[in-house]
T-cell receptor, first 113, second 115 residues
């Protein structure tokens, strides 16, 4: 069964540094999403992306965040100047149609020191 | 505001027994999708079961079934013949047709299956 893949599985970064989290959505999917889960808390929506544009973003997704689809397969989340509170598990998801279930990757655990 | 509530932070069940996880939600929309996701210790997010709100028949998927009560805005998950591999965090979630773009998750229920 096709999967959403995320790299790296664990990223450790110094506070203030930029970090890029990478995702390869399922190949025929056109809708892409990022979610965040702070340890012990619920999963929160960050942003959705379709047709090379952000279609919706949450209040968490401020100016330090950006997303990009640099080529036909990757979907990235960039955090420009990381803060301690950015430490979390970041999940990428994709779907072929927004009315169909989103398929999640295994997540990237981001630790900010 | 659209919210999902899971009132049981932790539950345990003996192997081979049946357990029910509760979920209630709040939305003013009439058309939406409901989901249960499983997150094992490995942290991946796995879709367990999905229910369309316009369907009255409760969804089933092997040992997993739901009890969907639309008027009560309740969506509980029943796991029959619990197995050790069912040990995980279970998230109830929904998505409205007005906001295809995001899934709203509940806080989760940590389920432990005891041998």
């Amino acid at each position: 069964e096709p999967e959403v893949t995320q790299t790296p599985s664990h990223q450790v970064t110094q506070m203030g540094q930029e970090v890029i989290l990478r995702c390869v959505p399922i190949s025929n999917h056109l809708y892409f999403y990022w979610y965040r889960q702070i340890l012990g808390q619920k999963v929160e929506f960050l942003v959705s992306f379709y047709n090379n544009e952000i279609s919706e973003k949450s209040e968490i997704f401020d100016d330090q965040f950006s997303v990009e689809r640099p080529d036909g397969s990757n979907f990235t989340l960039k955090i420009r100047s990381t803060k301690l509170e950015d430490s979390a598990m970041y999940f990428c998801a994709s779907s072929e149609d927004p009315r169909k279930p989103q398929h999640f990757g295994d997540g990237t655990r981001l630790s900010i020191l | 505001a659209q919210t999902v509530t899971q009132s049981q932070p932790e539950m345990s069940v003996q192997e081979a027994e049946t357990v029910t996880l509760s979920c209630t939600y709040d939305t003013s929309e009439s058309n939406y999708y409901l989901f249960w996701y499983k997150q094992p210790p490995s942290r991946q997010m796995i879709l367990v079961i999905r229910q369309e709100a316009y369907k009255q028949q409760n969804a089933t998927e092997n040992r997993f079934s739901v009890n969907f009560q639309k008027a009560a805005k309740s969506f509980s998950l029943k796991i029959s013949d619990s197995q050790l591999g069912d040990t995980a965090m279970y998230f109830c979630a929904f998505m409205t047709l007005d906001s295809y773009d995001k899934v709203i998750f509940g806080p989760g229920t940590s389920l432990s299956v005891i041998p």
